[in-house]
């Protein structure tokens, strides 16, 4: 059994910063990919930021230059480094290491 659990949201004014934590727990794995995904209310789930083949980075187009994903090889984690945060960006975000997802954490950005 692998549990994943996501940290770190919360409530950010406009123009601000978070930082999303993911750590993955239970049996030993392989990891394959990690990233985050999130859904805002009445839109469908959508790619934010993933690390594919170890080390390679992709963004959503939305969000490249601003959020940065990182690994922790040792402490089976990833995180995701949210700056210059805009209302749009306001989402349940979700992490996942191959196919197990965590439960998804709250991201709110205020005008």
């Known amino acids: 059994q692998v549990h994943v659990e996501e940290s770190g949201g919360g409530l950010v004014q406009a123009g601000g910063s978070l930082r999303l934590s993911c750590a993955a727990s239970?049996?030993?794995?392989?990891?394959?990919?990690m990233g985050w995904y999130r859904q805002a209310p009445g839109k469908q789930r959508e790619l934010v930021a993933r690390?594919?083949?170890?080390?390679?980075?992709m963004y959503a187009d939305s969000v490249r230059g601003r959020f940065t994903i990182s690994r922790d090889n040792a402490k089976n984690t990833v995180s995701l480094q949210m700056n210059s945060l805009k209302p749009e960006d306001t989402a349940v975000y979700y992490c996942?290491?191959?196919?197990?997802w965590g439960q998804g954490t709250q991201v709110t950005v205020s005008s």
């Open positions: 996942y290491f191959n196919s197990f």
């Open positions: 690390i594919v083949s170890g080390s390679i980075t």
């Open positions: 239970g049996r030993s794995f392989s990891i394959n990919a």
